[in-house]
């Protein structure tokens, strides 16, 4: 999984609480990424890092924020988790050589009761 | 924009028969195509990659897929189905190297004894 931690696996939280997901990597890569995933949706970018402190929006990012203090670490905040945030989450990594693939995380799966 | 259209969301195939998953994609620029595999509660594989250097991508567990400017497609195939290759999989496009993957809404492979 090249070496891609995302906790917790598994949360239950209810609407209105804020929830933080970590993506713990040691592969020293240059970027970051949350995707979610859901049926008939594919995987959508919400939000993604290009360094410590450099981060930028994606495509489904309302209602999301990020923050990337150190190299190895990216989280993903829900400020106030509703129905719809309810999803498997995914981090993804790249960024060794010109032209990488991403390498994913085993995924969050998140139900927002 | 970049995006990508998987044609059929589930494809079913018999043991031993050919594996054909469809992929067109949309760039403005030459793009870099991946094709990933997801199997039950796990996260993303890498199965191959083009990056500009052969038309003709060959990758793991037998897979292969053709770039194919002229029609924008990327189709993976794959001689011989096995039980295995049960699984969901995913067609992706970035404009460089690092960019974010774009992702398909993903094709369900059934294979049937």
């Known amino acids: 999984d090249a070496g891609i931690t995302q906790s917790p696996r598994h949360k239950v939280t209810e609407t209105g609480t804020p929830v933080t997901l970590r993506c713990h990597q040691t592969?020293?890569?240059?970027?970051m990424y949350w995707y979610r995933q859901d049926p008939g949706h594919g995987l959508r970018l919400i939000h993604y890092s290009y360094g410590v402190k450099d981060t930028d929006k994606g495509e489904v990012s309302d209602g999301y924020s990020v923050s990337r203090s150190k190299t190895e670490d990216f989280l993903l905040t829900l400020e106030s988790a509703t129905s719809s945030q309810t999803s498997v989450y995914f981090c993804?990594?790249?960024?060794?050589?010109?032209?990488?693939?991403?390498?994913f995380g085993q995924g969050t799966r998140l139900t927002v009761v | 924009a970049q995006s990508v259209t998987q044609l059929g969301s589930h494809v079913s195939v018999s043991e031993g028969a050919l594996v054909l998953l469809r992929c067109n994609y949309s760039?403005?620029?030459?793009?870099?195509l991946f094709w990933y595999v997801q199997y039950p509660n796990q996260g993303l594989q890498l199965l191959l990659k083009y990056t500009s250097a052969a038309t003709l991508v060959k990758g793991i567990n037998g897979f292969e897929a053709e770039f194919k400017k002229s029609e924008t497609s990327f189709h993976l195939t794959k001689p011989s189905a096995h039980m295995s290759d049960a699984a969901e999989y995913f067609c992706a496009v970035s404009e460089s190297g690092n960019t974010p993957l774009v992702f398909g809404k993903g094709t369900r492979l059934s294979v049937i004894a």
């Open positions: 592969e020293n890569h240059r970027y």
């Open positions: 993804a990594i790249s960024g060794r050589g010109l032209v990488t693939e991403a390498f």
């Open positions: 760039s403005s620029v030459p793009p870099y």
